[in-house]
């Protein structure tokens, strides 16, 4: 373990000095004001930097072009001093203005202190990211942000061991960019620290983890946070040694310090940017001065003692000591530097409340207007000039204010016709619109590479295409896609010398080289973010988890991350990752592989496609490759050994989502369902034509999303019934399907019976054929299913079986 010296050896003139004496003071001082704007009802919340600013600081000096950044929500500084954030910027954060250009990093979508830069055009191309400094979208969730940096060090390590690679020059110069992660010292106890600090060492990529220690966690001391108080003493085990064992360097250093600050980071950036070795700096005795964030105060919790010696060892404090001691500044240049910040952050501040609050008022004075004409235009004069009173007392509006008051007033007024009405009607329509552009935009990609866009290509057959294992189906369309595309990998357990448990990658390894196909250690959530760094630096990653029920260990990085990332940028980022995975039918309370209800829950914001053989599935691939936005495509697991034919055009024929296929016509009553429940229901299907029962049946394909041509709800019409079924616990999936279908679609009307479902019990599958059989929805259920509601619409011509 090394310990930097106190000395100062780096060539720094006055003038950068001065120049990051300034950075800090505006830093400090827009915490401060920040803090101010919450309590007078301006902002919502706030939480700040401030106490973090030299080592931020320092480990800006030494952050160039093409690196990356995936921090949490303290690295103001740090994006001042890269120069990716200007003070008015932050202000804009603070009161959410929807503008882009106000907030670059989340067009007001996040609350303040979340960063990031935007890697896409208007237009969501890519733009050169080696022409800028670039940072990951923040994420509140503590940890969080680690599995991702995995991914963006270890795009440095292919785009450099890969010469395919070479001629990507938007995204990387031979892998020399670092992927910088920050972290506070309460966090490093969650798992995806530690997840993600192994895995970085596993593959020894340029990783440099700052870990901002201050003591505490919110109120919770570092005793109770961390075994021995220190996160650099229990990963000492990680350092590298001269004997040329692999692993991390580790560093500590003081973080008021700005010389040792310094020198550490120039050391530790060399070491990771040159040798791509994985590095943690532990920066201690770390303040904050205003404690967590504006819920409360950290005097509630910290001794006097404690808090005395904060002040005496607050960074900037101990900064201006330390130019003074080496007469750098005079007093009186450093009271003017301080000075101008203050008055810098001012005039931000005022600039950034001024430009927010203008287009509000000017909204507000439309709608008071409008409200004013109708009310003198309508019967209901007093109740409409009630509404519009209270709504001109509000004296910090928002948008919301405006609305409420024109839709209480559209309602005293809705059997009233004239001029006045229709043009408050106007206003507010236009006014709905712009709202969902400004907060409703984006879940899913708006540019020409969206995965709904992609033109369905058919898969083509002959008399001469092979017959082979569903297996087998897959490697060939894994194959025809490395080859074409040097910019696809696929991680995950067991994938890479074995080809996967399932064989679709079998000898793929061994053709494409290791960098292309690979194993990975038993870590889903850092597999995911293996996947989402990477996809973020322009690759196209395939990210395996093993069995759908172990999604469960990577959910929260899915759902928090890559799933919200162009909403939460307003397309400023994307992340193409494809997650594959494998479910369906399996048996045991641990491999039941049907939680899909879950899964359509948490994370919106990325496709989830259930293909029910493996041609399906292949289409998808080649799909979603086509495509810039992540997805889950699970597998059947129970039909890698079933027959299946090779499309003669298995690299190019695409499957379209959201486009439901019927498997069968039929008249009296629509099946709807997906995956390995395709087989049950079509052999169901039969069963039930010999008893004079004629079925439609229709694999939906696609959840997210979810049959955008309404094709169910046609079919809906002309059987008049409907069962859902699949394998997901009671009001799951099925329950969706029905949701979507019935409400959403508007199917009821054509109902003449319940719509039913059908889903397994509640509780997982126990291990075993039978455990199968009665937990799951299986012929038989289906058959009766569908058998009671002809029984209860003819129960003369359908009378009961038992």
């Known amino acids: 373990m090394q310990t930097a010296e106190v000395s100062i050896t780096q060539k720094l003139t006055a003038e950068e000095i001065l120049q990051d004496y300034r950075i800090g003071w505006e830093s400090r001082q827009a915490s401060l004001a920040g803090r101010k704007e919450v309590f007078m009802g301006k902002a919502k919340f706030g939480i700040f930097g401030d106490g973090k600013e030299l080592p931020q600081l320092a480990m800006a000096k030494f952050f160039q072009n093409g690196d990356f950044r995936s921090g949490y929500y303290r690295d103001q500084t740090f994006m001042f001093a890269i120069g990716e954030l200007t003070l008015q910027q932050y202000f804009a954060q603070l009161y959410a203005h929807t503008d882009v250009e106000a907030d670059p990093s989340t067009a007001g979508r996040a609350m303040n202190g979340h960063f990031g830069t935007r890697s896409l055009d208007e237009e969501g191309n890519w733009k050169n990211l080696m022409e800028q400094k670039n940072s990951s979208s923040d994420i509140s969730p503590t940890a969080a942000q680690m599995p991702r940096l995995v991914g963006l060090a270890y795009a440095s390590k292919l785009y450099r061991q890969n010469p395919d690679l070479q001629h990507l020059q938007q995204f990387s110069v031979n892998g020399n960019e670092v992927a910088f992660g920050t972290i506070g010292n309460a966090s490093t106890s969650e798992g995806m620290f530690f997840e993600a600090i192994n895995a970085g060492g596993v593959l020894q990529v340029p990783m440099l983890v700052s870990v901002w220690d201050d003591g505490y966690g919110i109120s919770v001391p570092a005793e109770y946070q961390t075994t021995k108080g220190?996160?650099?003493?229990?990963?000492?085990?990680?350092?590298?040694?001269?004997?040329?064992?692999?692993?991390?360097?580790?560093?500590?250093?003081?973080?008021?310090?700005?010389?040792?600050?310094?020198?550490?980071?120039?050391?530790?950036?060399?070491?990771?940017?040159?040798?791509?070795?994985?590095?943690?700096?532990?920066?201690?005795?770390?303040?904050?001065?205003?404690?967590?964030?504006?819920?409360?105060?950290?005097?509630?919790?910290?001794?006097?003692?404690?808090?005395?010696?904060?002040?005496?060892?607050?960074?900037?404090?101990?900064?201006?000591?330390?130019?003074?001691?080496?007469?750098?500044?005079?007093?009186?240049?450093?009271?003017?530097?301080?000075?101008?910040?203050?008055?810098?952050?001012?005039?931000?501040?005022?600039?950034?409340?001024?430009?927010?609050?203008?287009?509000?008022?000017?909204?507000?004075?439309?709608a008071l207007q409008l409200l004013d004409n109708l009310a003198a235009a309508s019967e209901h004069i007093t109740e409409i000039a009630t509404i519009t009173e209270e709504l001109r007392k509000v004296t910090v509006p928002i948008r919301s204010d405006a609305v409420r008051a024109v839709r209480k007033a559209l309602r005293y007024v809705r059997d009233e016709r004239n001029a006045a009405k229709r043009e408050l009607v106007g206003w507010l329509e236009q006014t709905i619109g712009e709202n969902a552009d400004r907060f409703n935009s984006y879940l899913y990609s708006q540019s020409e590479?969206?995965?709904?866009?992609?033109?369905?290509?058919?898969?083509?057959?002959?008399?001469?295409?092979?017959?082979?294992?569903?297996?087998?189906?897959?490697?060939?369309?894994?194959?025809?896609?490395?080859?074409?595309?040097?910019?696809?990998?696929?991680?995950?357990?067991?994938?890479?010398?074995i080809g996967d448990v399932n064989q679709a990658f079998a000898g793929l390894q061994e053709k494409y080289g290791e960098l292309r196909v690979t194993d990975t250690g038993i870590r889903e959530c850092t597999i995911v973010g293996q996947g989402i760094g990477a996809a973020l630096r322009g690759l196209r990653p395939i990210t395996e988890i093993q069995y759908l029920d172990y999604l469960l260990y990577a959910i929260q990085i899915l759902s928090d991350d890559v799933a919200c990332l162009q909403y939460r940028t307003k397309g400023g980022q994307k992340a193409p990752l494809i997650v594959r995975t494998r479910g369906h039918r399996l048996e045991g309370i641990w491999h039941s592989g049907s939680p899909i209800g879950m899964i359509l829950n948490s994370i919106r914001g990325m496709h989830v496609l259930v293909p029910r053989d493996m041609t399906q599935a292949a289409g998808f691939y080649n799909t979603l490759l086509k495509a810039d936005e992540p997805a889950i495509v699970i597998e059947c697991l129970n039909g890698y050994r079933l027959k299946e034919r090779i499309p003669n055009n298995i690299a190019e024929f695409t499957v379209p989502l959201g486009k439901p296929e019927i498997l069968r016509e039929g008249s009296d009553v629509t099946i709807v369902t997906y995956g390995s429940m395709c087989r049950i229901v079509m052999e169901a299907a039969r069963q039930l034509e010999e008893f004079g029962i004629s079925a439609e049946v229709i694999d939906v394909q696609t959840l997210l999303p979810f049959d955008i041509e309404h094709i169910i709800s046609d079919s809906i019409r002309k059987t008049n019934r409907v069962l859902f079924t699949d394998e997901d616990v009671p009001g799951g999936a099925s329950a969706f399907m029905m949701q979507q279908v019935v409400d959403e679609q508007g199917a009821w009307r054509w109902l003449d019976s319940k719509p039913q479902c059908l889903a397994a019990q509640a509780h997982r599958p126990p291990y075993g054929s039978d455990g199968d059989y009665f937990s799951k929805p299986n012929t038989e259920d289906v058959f009766e299913a569908v058998y009671d509601i002809m029984h209860e619409a003819d129960p003369e011509k359908y009378p009961t079986i038992y």
């Open 449 to 497: 590479e969206s995965a709904l866009l992609v033109e369905e290509v058919k898969a083509e057959f002959d008399d001469n295409s092979p017959v082979v294992d569903g297996r087998e189906v897959l490697q060939a369309c894994f194959d025809a896609i490395l080859a074409r595309d040097p910019r696809v990998f696929a991680i995950g357990e067991d994938v890479g010398k």
């Open 230 to 366: 220190s996160i650099s003493e229990i990963l000492a085990g990680f350092q590298r040694n001269a004997e040329g064992e692999q692993g991390y360097e580790i560093f500590k250093v003081k973080g008021w310090d700005y010389a040792a600050l310094c020198e550490t980071y120039e050391a530790a950036v060399r070491v990771c940017r040159e040798q791509h070795v994985p590095v943690l700096v532990h920066v201690e005795e770390v303040t904050q001065p205003q404690g967590h964030s504006t819920s409360g105060s950290h005097e509630r919790y910290k001794s006097k003692e404690r808090l005395d010696w904060e002040a005496e060892f607050d960074c900037l404090k101990k900064m201006r000591e330390w130019i003074l001691a080496n007469d750098i500044a005079t007093t009186e240049q450093l009271d003017q530097i301080e000075n101008e910040a203050k008055e810098a952050v001012k005039v931000a501040r005022t600039n950034a409340w001024n430009t927010f609050d203008a287009g509000i008022k000017e909204d507000h004075a439309v």
